[in-house]
């Protein structure tokens, strides 16, 4: 492991249809949506752990007790958490403060984003070694990575989540309170319909995204895929 005194903490939302991917439920609906965000969640999983870069910390939300979770933390190396706050904002940091008791630095990612691997992992813990924050932004104006070596209460506190301009805020906010920031490469996440098409290049989602596509309006809930991982 490459990075022992560092973690990498995977927020997640329980795989439940229509509380999950909502943005993607006019193209996909509800079942079909909450299938392609589940294979999401198990490929940003697996690149996570198979990258053997850092102990690995799955934030679930609204608890661990969902059986993709529990299936999830069986088959790999990884600890399951519960989110806790009242925002995403409150989340991200008592994850990122209750990690950095027993590491000294942190990389936040989500589950939904597919152009995130292994190589952008490893550069962010690479260069938090110098840098206090590291940042991959997203193309929609937030941000796909978050990297830490200490709690910053400013980076996470009445930010506005889910708008266009968080990674130029959280930009503005490093430059006030003086923390060195890396940026990283701009990558996209999965969040609308205009985004399918791009999961043709994910081999390890493009056959899910296929299939979602074609799915009834209801359908049995999902599975762990046999044999996927091992």
């Known amino acids: 492991m490459q990075f022992p005194d ?16 909502t943005r993607l439920i006019p193209a996909l609906g509800r079942e079909g949506a909450c299938a ?9 999983v697996e690149v996570a752990c198979t990258a053997c870069l850092a102990p690995v910390e799955l934030w679930c939300a609204p608890d661990a007790a969902h059986p993709v979770f529990e299936q999830l933390a069986a088959r790999w190396p990884l600890t399951l958490r519960v989110q806790q706050g009242d925002d995403l904002g409150a989340r991200m940091r008592h994850a990122a403060t209750t990690a950095l008791h027993g590491a000294r630095k942190v990389v936040l990612i989500g589950s939904d984003v597919p152009a995130l691997g292994s190589v952008h992992l490893q550069r962010a813990l690479r ?3 110098a840098f206090e924050v590291v940042m991959n ?5 937030g941000y ?16 506005p989540w889910g708008g266009e301009r968080v990674a130029a805020e959280t930009r503005r906010r490093c430059r006030v309170a003086g923390l060195r920031l890396r940026e990283g490469e701009r990558l996209w996440d999965l969040d609308r319909p205009t ?3 791009r999961l043709a290049a994910v ?6 995204a296929r299939r979602v596509q074609h799915l009834p309006s209801e359908c049995p809930p999902a599975t762990l895929p046999p044999g996927r991982g091992e």
């Open 144 to 159: 796909v990575l978050l990297g830490v070596r200490a709690d910053h209460p400013g980076l996470f506190e009445d930010m």
């Open 36 to 44: 392609l965000y589940r294979d999401c969640l198990l490929h940003m």
């Open 6 to 21: 560092a973690r990498i903490l995977i927020f997640a939302r329980a795989p439940v249809p229509g509380r999950v991917k």
């Open 127 to 129: 260069d938090l070694e």
């Open 203 to 208: 081999p390890a989602l493009a056959a899910c």
């Open 195 to 197: 985004d399918l098409a």
């Open 137 to 141: 932004p997203a193309e929609d104006g």
